[in-house]
């Protein structure tokens, strides 16, 4: 009796086709692209957060992106900078720039170790605010 080997309606168990082996052909080379490819994005990646952590680094730490003005006091109060100085619009009621100034000058009063110049400036800007108000004064 011939064994299942040696039968002639079935080819040998080692043989292989040659569609199946250009396709495991294209499989590795498609593997191997995945491969180089990822590896070159990896190295492209280190060098961009570098880079990138680099250039945050250069940015100036104050100013750039900060909530508060910048700059210095102009020589005589303008309606704009008392605004600016209070946090408030210059068209703002009376309560708000009230509630205003009483909430900076508690964190900037000088018997709180605040500057004297700082709190003089907030009161000239809270005085200008309520003389500047139509129908007041």
């Known amino acids: 009796m011939p064994t299942i080997l040696e039968s002639p309606d079935q080819p040998e168990a080692r043989e292989v086709k040659p569609q ?26 280190r060098i961009a957060q570098q880079t990138l952590n680099q250039k945050l680094g250069e940015l100036p730490s104050s100013g750039a ?22 946090g408030v619009s210059p068209s703002a009621s009376k309560m ?7 909430r900076i000058m508690l964190l ?19 005085d200008y605010m309520d003389n500047a108000r139509p129908g007041s004064g």
């Open 20 to 45: 199946m082996a250009t396709g495991l052909i294209l499989a590795g080379l498609g593997l191997a692209a995945v491969g180089f490819a990822g590896r070159y994005a990896w190295r492209a990646g």
């Open 65 to 86: 992106f900060s909530k508060f003005y910048r700059g210095g006091f102009e020589a005589k109060m303008t309606k704009r900078e008392a605004g600016l100085i209070l």
């Open 96 to 102: 708000k720039i009230k509630e205003a100034h009483k």
């Open 108 to 126: 900037n009063h000088p018997d709180r170790g605040g500057s004297p110049y700082l709190a003089a400036k907030i009161n000239e800007a809270k």
